[in-house]
């Protein structure tokens, strides 16, 4: 057994480590499209006020994001006076908040596990997120910032298992206002805030009571966030145009079958047109069809289910399943999987191989579409491995709503700890 002095020590290490192999990969240039939007809408923030900053720049970013890259900003000044852009301490800098939320989010897996699992496994689960190589690639090497709404979707899970509902509005009025994927989870909340309410047994004025606060904070701070962005205009009608834009404009602009996505659309092919017909319907409208089935049945599973800590794993198959059945979606989509995936992970054994395979599979779609994008070159469609890759995707897909459909059968089996 590690006394407390060794524990710090070896947090302290573990630190260290992520963060020099991450500082390290970050120096490289990663997707550029993606580095130079962020570093043009850091230096806008910093120079602007924030009402000025969507008219003085493109972007298609929540505002909350926008924060995080005005304090990148703010702390970029110190370095170089004139802001130039195209400096490589600069490209450390854009990708450093998405490392650093990695390493927090690691810990708070590590926090969630501890709760109901030895201190080894709650280690160990905390490690395969810290050093997870897909993990380390998104936010590292390609730069993406996936990090930051995960972690607050997982404070939602992690807020609403434990009866703190208003944090957990909180939690997840900033996950939406960073990616507009978060908004997946946005039902399972609410379904779940409401039965949670109903399972204590409170009188109906007080559930109505508590659901109008819940719902006010969250809104409130939603609004709060996003309104200094927009306090130009006067008119209500005006803010709440804009407020919205965010979130269709991303939708709208990429109507294609698969963004470079190894999903059940990247069968037909990348980048077509997702309106073409396909037994009397097209894509997208199948895509609703297949991902609304998906949804209805997991809400049911989670309302069914006693034990709450289902939404971990609940919320894994939601974004897994937006992932491989949704069209327009891009290669990164797959991220907000892991971290709840992996709190889950101590319950049943056969999530651990959902989750490696999964890293896997992510990793060689992240490293195939930046090292073609690098080139020039876009994916092919009929190359073997993406078929093969699609499918196995597909397959672990079915197979972890399979393992869902039998989360309340695991008190009788093996796979829970202390059962062995």
Known sequence: MLNEKSKIYMWISLILMSLIVRIYLSQFEGYSSDIWYFKIWSRAAYYNEFQDFYSSVWSDYPPFYIYVLWFVGFIYSFFSSSFDINTTIFTILIKSPANIID??????????????????????????????????????????????????????????????????????????????????????????TIKTLKVKILPVKTRISRLAKISMISSGVFVTLALPFHLKSLKITDVLVKIIRPYTTGYNEYSYTSLNAFNLWAFPGFWKPDDIPFLFLSYRLWSYILFGILFIYVLYVTVKTRDNRIIYFASAILFFGFFMLFTRVHERYLFPMFAPLAVVMYMDRRLVFIYWIMTFTFLFNLYDVLSLLHTGQSILHGYPYVFIISAINLGVLMYAIYCLSTFQKLKDTSLLPGNE
């Not at 690691?106 to 490690?127: H, W």
């Open 103 to 192: 390493i927090i989010t690691s810990f708070l897996i590590f926090i969630i596990v501890k709760k109901y699992a030895e201190f080894r496994t709650a280690l160990l689960i905390m490690l395969s997120y810290l050093f997870n190589p897909a993990i380390i690639y998104n936010s590292a090497v390609w730069g993406q910032v996936d990090s930051i709404n995960t972690i607050f979707i997982l404070l939602t899970l992690f807020f609403m298992v434990s009866g703190k509902l208003e944090l957990a509005g909180i939690s997840v009025a900033v996950a939406i206002l960073t990616k507009p994927q978060s908004l997946l989870i946005l039902p399972l909340f609410v379904i779940l």
